[in-house]
């Protein structure tokens, strides 16, 4: 009893790591979710090895490959597309899958082998997110609105090749053009909003 208690206590541990560092992020699952997850695969993992000691025949693999597929659809509800076709949760989901993987290892005796992984998907998380802070760029959806359509069609030269995808309305004599905009991802989001309304004739109307 004293081994299972010990894989549960590593289960419930680690999955709250993981979860810690998904929460400190602002995403939607976190410590709970993530020890919730490790914990429960990690016992159905030691019910299938020794739940059916009583049995002639009993197979444990069974019991993760129905984990596995499981998990899917947890994660499946994480992941959101917004209305400017940005997907996201897709981290966070995948998150939940190895989490799962790693509580079935705790619950098999591969404690060691899940601290590892544990701490591999801890360095993936914070090593790599603060790297995408430094390069590259995210997307956001804007909206930029002027009496005069001329200025529009100039802000959205002005922005040049940040414009991915830009739509032109017009409503009550006001131009509306929503666009798909890439901004560097270590620009803060007050500053890309004051770049965004010192823009000339063209006011902000909305950022996502």
Same mark, same amino acid.
């Given at each position: 009893?004293?081994?299972?208690?010990?894989?549960?206590?590593?289960?419930?541990?680690?999955?709250?790591?993981?979860?810690?560092?998904?929460?400190?992020?602002?995403?939607?699952?976190?410590?709970?979710?993530?020890?919730?997850?490790?914990?429960?695969?990690?016992? +159905?993992?030691?019910?299938?090895?020794?739940? +059916?000691?009583?049995?002639?025949?009993?197979?444990?693999?069974?019991?993760?490959?129905?984990?596995?597929?499981?998990?899917?659809?947890?994660?499946?509800?994480?992941?959101?597309?917004?209305?400017?076709?940005?997907?996201?949760?897709?981290?966070?989901?995948?998150?939940?899958?190895?989490?799962?993987?790693?509580?079935?290892?705790?619950?098999?005796?591969?404690?060691?082998?899940?601290?590892?992984?544990?701490?591999?998907?801890?360095?993936?998380?914070?090593?790599?997110?603060?790297?995408?802070?430094?390069?590259?760029?995210?997307?956001?959806?804007?909206?930029?609105?002027?009496?005069?359509?001329?200025?529009?069609?100039?802000?959205?030269?002005?922005?040049?090749?940040?414009?991915?995808?830009?739509?032109?309305?017009?409503?009550?004599?006001?131009?509306?053009?929503?666009?798909?905009?890439?901004?560097?991802?270590?620009?803060?989001?007050?500053?890309?909003?004051?770049?965004?309304?010192?823009?000339?004739?063209?006011?902000?109307?909305?950022?996502?």
């Amino acid at each position: 009893m004293g081994q299972l208690t010990i894989r549960l206590l590593a289960a419930a541990i680690l999955g709250a790591a993981i979860g810690y560092e998904r929460e400190f992020r602002g995403k939607g699952a976190g410590v709970r979710t993530h020890m919730l997850v490790c914990v429960g695969a990690c016992l +159905f993992m030691l019910i299938s090895k020794y739940g +059916f000691g009583d049995s002639a025949r009993f197979d444990a693999a069974r019991v993760a490959a129905g984990v596995v597929s499981g998990i899917g659809f947890l994660g499946g509800g994480l992941i959101i597309k917004t209305k400017s076709n940005v997907i996201t949760g897709l981290t966070t989901a995948a998150g939940l899958w190895v989490t799962a993987a790693i509580g079935l290892g705790a619950g098999s005796g591969l404690v060691g082998m899940a601290v590892i992984a544990t701490v591999l998907m801890l360095l993936c998380l914070e090593i790599l997110s603060l790297v995408h802070m430094k390069v590259g760029n995210r997307v956001v959806n804007i909206v930029l609105a002027s009496e005069d359509n001329k200025a529009i069609t100039n802000a959205i030269q002005t922005l040049g090749g940040q414009v991915d995808k830009f739509f032109l309305s017009k409503k009550d004599n006001k131009y509306q053009a929503e666009i798909l905009l890439h901004v560097p991802k270590k620009e803060k989001t007050i500053d890309t909003v004051t770049r965004l309304s010192s823009l000339e004739g063209v006011i902000l109307e909305n950022l996502e």
